[in-house]
């Protein structure tokens, strides 16, 4: 049962506009949401992560919105770059003791491709 | 940030055999993962690997089929036995450190089972 989805495999956009990637969640015990960017025959790295006590981070081009009602998080990319041309994926785990990470849960990621 | 070494980086190999995968971590971490990426699907925890004791499997996943070790905090192996064409898959090995949100990934072992 897939807990993190991310309904779009890919995502088109011309370089200097926004990207937005979306993101749900159906387990209410989620509680810290993180985003991670692949490239081709790389791991992933982190990119971005927010607390369910927030509904916004930012950091740089990146932003993050968390709508906690609707269990639904995006990725806002502005402006968008190729070099951020990446699969990107969204991850949700529930906070044990208020600080430690639990088991994260991916969704299946979002192929970006960000064109001159 | 930690840097994780994976090795090795794709390998193929024949039904029924196994293949064992490295992971390097260059600074101590307190947890070291074990994920699969089957095509087109998310990323699956297959297991924590702990140290000096056995891993810890999610449902699954059974110690006969992926025995992992971890015999100090920088060092993990997986094994995949007895591989058959359905093992096909990216695997990857993570850590994460002192701070939460810090989960790091090597850089993955791209296996082709014929």
Not at chain 1, 83 to 103: E, I, K, M, N, P
Not at chain 2, 34 to 62: D, H, K
């Amino acid at each position: 049962d897939q807990q993190v989805k991310q309904n779009s495999p890919s995502l088109s956009v011309q370089e200097g506009r926004i990207s937005i990637l979306n993101c749900d969640y159906t387990n209410s015990m989620f509680d810290y949401f993180l985003w991670y960017k692949k490239y081709p025959a790389e791991g992933p790295t982190f990119l971005i992560s927010i607390s369910s006590i927030k509904d916004k981070n930012e950091d740089g081009r990146f932003t993050v919105f968390l709508n906690k009602s609707a269990k639904h998080l995006s990725l806002h990319i502005v402006p968008s770059q190729p070099g951020d041309s990446a699969v990107y994926f969204c991850a949700a785990s529930a906070l044990r003791r208020g600080s430690t990470l639990g088991r994260l849960y991916f969704g299946r990621g979002t192929q970006l491709t960000v064109w001159p | 940030s930690a840097v994780i070494s994976q090795k090795p980086s794709r390998d193929i190999c024949q039904r029924g055999t196994s293949l064992t995968i490295q992971c390097q971590v260059d600074s101590q971490v307190t947890m070291m993962f074990w994920y699969r990426q089957q095509p087109g699907q998310s990323l699956t925890l297959i297991a924590t690997a702990n140290q000096g004791s056995e891993a810890t499997y999610e449902s699954g996943f059974v110690i006969d089929k992926f025995p992992i070790s971890r015999p100090n905090l920088t060092f993990s192996t997986l094994t995949v036995s007895n591989m058959s064409p359905e093992d096909s898959s990216i695997y990857l090995c993570s850590g994460q450190g002192a701070e939460y949100e810090k989960l790091f990934f090597g850089s993955g072992t791209q296996l082709s089972v014929l």
